[in-house]
């Protein structure tokens, strides 16, 4: 069964800050896999994506990198700031069969002061 | 601006009312698809669509029907709606063809069966 499993499930971190969040993933074939970020009520917003042949990528102060070797990837947040508080979503794409999505339960991160 | 915008946005209804959720996207997506999230559960599949007239389940279709008679629009139709559909409902759309495509979100739709 296709599964993404997301680690830690929360965490709260100082402003200024850096971070690591964890996704390992057991979909295969694997065609790429996005990190969102979601704002409480909102709807998911894209950060990066992903396909088997790119390791690393960065939006900003995102950067995820990806081991298609051992199906796993991290988003790190640099410098955190307090508007980085979200659900933090990877979402891995299986090639073939309908565009099938599967979905993380997401990290949910707080940034105080 | 390209978006994709739900209506409603807010929903309390009752038992067995039949209720649609409309969804349009601006960007010519071929591919649309409605979501629903739970906490603990994340974002489920219900249906999905790859172009006008194709539609076809996803993981959790119970109780929902869609149509794609238009590119741009593509509602959710809760025919007997349940308290089980209590939910956060995203609509969501994106190209189709290319292994790198993602999807664009719309803002959420909250529905309250009671």
């Not at chain 2, 994709?4 to 960007?27: A, D, E, H």
């Amino acid at each position: 069964k296709n599964q993404v499993e997301q680690s830690p499930q929360s965490l709260i971190i100082l402003e200024g800050k850096n971070c690591t969040l964890q996704c390992n993933y057991t979909v295969s074939p694997f065609s790429n896999l996005r990190w969102y970020k979601q704002d409480t009520g909102r709807g998911p917003v894209s950060l990066t994506i992903m396909t088997f042949s790119e390791n690393t990528k960065s939006n900003g102060r995102y950067t995820a990198t990806l081991d298609a070797d051992t199906k796993q990837s991290s988003l790190h947040i640099t410098a955190s700031q307090l508007s980085d508080s979200a659900s933090y979503i990877c979402v891995v794409r299986g090639r073939g069969g309908g565009n099938k999505l599967t979905f993380g339960t997401g990290t949910q991160l707080k940034v105080e002061l | 601006e390209a978006q994709v915008t739900q209506n409603p946005r807010y929903l309390i209804t009752v038992t067995g009312k039949k209720l649609t959720v409309t969804c349009s996207q601006n960007m010519n997506h071929e591919y649309m698809s409605w979501y629903r999230q739970d906490p603990g559960l994340g974002l489920r599949q219900i249906y999905y669509s790859m172009n006008v007239e194709v539609t076809d389940k996803g993981d959790v279709p119970e109780g929902y029907k869609v149509s794609r008679k238009e590119k741009r629009n593509f509602p959710l139709i809760l025919e007997s709606p349940s308290p089980n559909q209590t939910s956060l409902y995203f609509c969501a759309s994106s190209l189709v063809g290319s292994s790198s495509y993602g999807e664009y979100f719309g803002p959420g739709t909250r529905l309250t069966v009671t």
